[in-house]
């Protein structure tokens, strides 16, 4: 069975602080998806990386999929409130009914 | 103009009453997930559907019960209600694209 481990599990920091949370998987990522919960509403998808290597930028976050497709790294540069919410990684596979594998998470709160 | 609504957002109800949440999307998206999540355990799924009444279990599926008449709806039923099933529900639409758009989700406590 795969297993996802997400770190840190809790992030406290400042406004305009930068940081970076792993997920590291126990098997290779058929395809990684990273997503953001806020409190109090479902989770929404940030980005999906397939290929070993791989570094997508969406604004002020970068997602680095590792070479061995493993593991995945989520940067974020000058974090802001807005960005408080819980980060979410999970293993895609098409071929099994499109059910996802799931992190637990790393809750993140950027204090003004 | 969101394409998956949940209802009811909130809802309290007694030990041993059966309750029904609802799912709908105008998506028209073949595959629909319940799941339900806790600290600590994160979210983990109780029943999908992969088409009108396909459905099959996930990894929590005791005392659950679905239901999909329709393409667009997607019915969980908790049989006869107990505490350890207070938890936030969320229901989440698979479509063309990878990834899963996901209600608003329906916080549930039973007493």
């Known amino acids: 069975t795969q297993l996802l481990e997400q770190s840190p599990q809790f992030l406290s920091i400042q406004e305009g602080e930068n940081l970076t949370v792993y997920c590291n998987s126990s098997s290779v990522f058929s395809s990684l998806q990273w997503y953001r919960q806020e409190p109090g509403e479902g989770p929404v998808l940030l980005v999906t990386?397939?290929?070993g290597g791989e570094v997508k930028k969406l604004k002020r976050l970068t997602f680095q999929f590792g070479d061995a497709r493993k593991d995945s790294s989520l940067h974020i540069t000058a974090a802001q409130p807005g960005d408080t919410g819980l980060y979410l990684c999970a293993d895609f596979n098409a071929g099994n009914n499109r059910k996802l594998i799931w992190g637990l998470g790393t809750s993140l709160a950027v204090n003004p | 103009d969101a394409g998956i609504t949940q209802s009811p957002r909130h809802k309290v109800t007694e030990t041993g009453t059966p309750v029904t949440l609802r799912c709908h999307q105008t998506?028209?998206?073949?595959?629909m997930y319940w799941y339900r999540q806790d600290p600590g355990h994160g979210l983990r799924l109780i029943h999908y559907?992969?088409?009108?009444?396909?459905?099959d279990k996930g990894e929590v599926s005791d005392g659950y019960s679905v239901s999909r008449s329709k393409t667009e709806d997607f019915l969980l039923t908790l049989e006869s209600a107990t505490s350890s099933q207070t938890s936030v529900y969320f229901c989440?639409?698979?479509?063309?694209?990878?990834?899963?758009?996901f209600g608003s989700g329906t916080r549930l406590t039973v007493v």
């Open positions: 989440a639409i698979s479509g063309q694209g990878n990834g899963y758009t």
């Open positions: 998506e028209n998206h073949r595959y």
């Open positions: 559907s992969y088409g009108v009444k396909d459905t």
């Open positions: 990386v397939v290929t």
